[in-house]
């Protein structure tokens, strides 16, 4: 009775084993790899079907979109590269009026468009004219390009896609002191997979799935947690970074202390699991600058180098190590030992 126990524990902890390693999978993917993987989910005849409202009106799998994200349209209207690349072999008239939509969606703004145009509650197009401040006919033709060109572009070949679509998570915008990520690439602005748990199990129970695509819907469902884990991850990772270096990115202030290991606290993740999700990730700031990712953290004790550097000033005031410290906690509010002090002089 014994072995039976302990090798019923051995199965547990190796379901538990394979499930971490094929997350990390996921997490550890190139973005090439990652969005090939969700463009084979969709296109899955069985995985459409969960996604489809069963008997009880309620779709086993669901899409949400993640708070205050939107979709760089913009931006992306606005290369050509990308523009040629999800238009396909031939553009026509739809490429043709790319340059008069992404000048109407300028006049509208980032703000009113992703409000108007993009957030889940549509509204109708007489209210969306009249707060856009542009003509209903105009409306009704951005809306269409807007929605075709979003589609085109979420089904654009990862291979296709110009690199800064590989390598640059989002647009960091700001309006109105207010900081909010615009993603290049329509999937996360899309959302994350969520499974509804009671239709899941209706639809299996339905009789409507054979034996083998009972198995194979539980697995889909897994592969689309995966994928949702480490957009989920990444936005969340994001919205973090925009609040605690808002002074930063909204051009106020330097950067403020801020380490992997802290950032991962605050989130509840792993160090290791952060680190996977930012890796080789950029932004663009709202200067219109690109920065890694990475840039963004900031380590104390180069904060507070910098700090005695303005403190002792270009002519290198003499202070002993003691003052040093006092002058750093009266100025900024830095409690720094003394013996940490003079570590960091030596530094200087």
Known sequence: MEKRKKQGLDLSQAQVLRQDLRLFSVLAAPEEDFLRLEAELKADPLFARLCAPGTGGDAPVVRRKFAGA?????YAVSDAAL????????????LSDRPAMAALAGRVGEAAFSEYFLSGRRRS?????LACGISEAQTAALRGFADAFILAHERTAPAALPAVYL???AKICAEEGRLYASYLNPSYFRGAYVINGPAFSRLLK?????????????????????????????????SALMEAQADFLSGRGPLKP???????????????TLSRLIALKTVIIPGGEEIKLRSLFFAKKDFVIGKIMEVLGEGGIKMTDAALAA???????LKVSRRSVNLYRKNL
């Open 327 to 333: 002058a750093l906690r009266a100025g900024y509010g």
């Open 70 to 74: 939107s979709y760089a349209f913009s």
């Open 206 to 238: 339905s009789g409507g799935l054979s034996r083998q695509e009972r198995a194979r819907a539980r697995a889909l469902a897994s592969m689309a947690q995966r994928l949702s884990w480490r957009k989920d991850g990444l936005h969340r990772a994001l």
């Open 83 to 94: 523009a040629a690349a999800a238009s396909g072999a031939s553009a026509g008239e739809w």
């Open 258 to 272: 801020l380490s992997q290991r802290q950032l991962a606290d605050r989130l509840g993740l792993n160090p290791g």
């Open 167 to 169: 390598r640059c998570a």
């Open 125 to 129: 197009v007489e209210e969306s004219a």
